[in-house]
């Protein structure tokens, strides 16, 4: 009789494990075919469209793609600004295959201690992966698609072409998408005619385009920028005595057009920057 029961328990748990098995499998199979194929992205021809909103809800298409007219090739995004986006978003973005796990860990201990989440410590191709598939709603099961995406942005597509993107896609202002929008947005320029101090102002906003937002927020604004100026120092991608120069600036509206511009602090000192 001991033995039928022991043989009976064995074929249970037999049964339960396979059908475990069968479950996750099933799981892993629908998650991965959920996925969307991001080698398109790798075409410089290809077009995505997507719908963004602007800060009333209003929701627009967007063209992500050189369908767009506004859309910028990398090569003609103002160096300034390419690295010191980077330097303020994601300083490993070349080193690292999608994730900077250091960073994660230091928002992750500094959200814990603030008792609230304030940091993402999200890179640069995780930022994409979500702007470009994913909601903005925090759940497990939607850091779990971005972290499959992320892997096969950072698979498919070179680290230039990432950031490409990413620069065409993120916001910048009330319904202002992509680099283009945004220099011409502030400034009435292109990315490529964006000097030191505009690069690195348009850099600042990005975390949160609402809270830098300089045309409310100018104060604000120059706190971040001149948060971004000193990490481009801590990078060596400038020396002290530019980081000192380009701290002393003030940000000015143009009563006529409404664009921004910067007025020195210091006496204009050709060449330095």
Do not use: C
């Not at 916001?171 to 964006?194: A, H, I, M, N």
Request: aromatic letters at 14%; glycine letters at 4%; a positive charge.
């Amino acid at each position: 009789m001991r033995m039928l029961f022991s043989l009976f328990t064995k074929k249970r748990i037999y049964i339960t494990g396979f059908i475990l098995i069968a479950l996750i499998s099933t799981l892993v199979w629908l998650f991965i075919h959920s996925l969307p194929d991001v080698r398109p992205l790798n075409n410089p021809q290809y077009n995505m469209r997507l719908v963004v909103s602007d800060w009333g809800g209003r929701k627009s298409l967007f063209i992500l793609g050189p369908r767009n007219p506004r859309w910028t090739p990398l090569s003609e995004v103002s160096p300034v600004l390419k690295w010191a986006v980077i330097v303020a978003e994601d300083d490993t973005f070349y080193q690292h295959s999608g994730f900077n796990f250091a960073a994660m860990r230091d928002a992750l201990w500094e959200n814990i201690k603030r008792l609230k989440p304030l940091r993402g410590g999200s890179t640069i191709t995780q930022q994409l992966a979500k702007n470009l598939y994913l909601s903005k709603r925090k759940t497990l099961f939607r850091k779990l698609k971005e972290a499959a995406i992320t892997w096969r942005l950072e698979k498919h597509l070179s680290k230039d072409r990432i950031l490409e993107l990413y620069l065409n896609l993120i916001e910048w202002g009330p319904g202002v998408y992509g680099v283009s929008e945004g220099s011409r947005y502030y400034f009435y320029k292109s990315p490529s005619d964006l000097n030191f101090f505009e690069s690195v102002l348009l850099a600042a906003i990005i975390p949160s385009p609402k809270g830098y937002y300089p045309l409310r927020y100018p104060q604000k604004a120059m706190k971040r920028y001149r948060t971004v100026l000193l990490l481009m120092h801590t990078a060596k991608l400038i020396t002290f005595n530019q980081y000192e120069i380009a701290s002393a600036v003030e940000l000015n509206l143009d009563p006529w057009d409404h664009s921004l511009y910067f007025s020195p602090l210091w006496e204009e000192r050709e060449g330095e920057i």
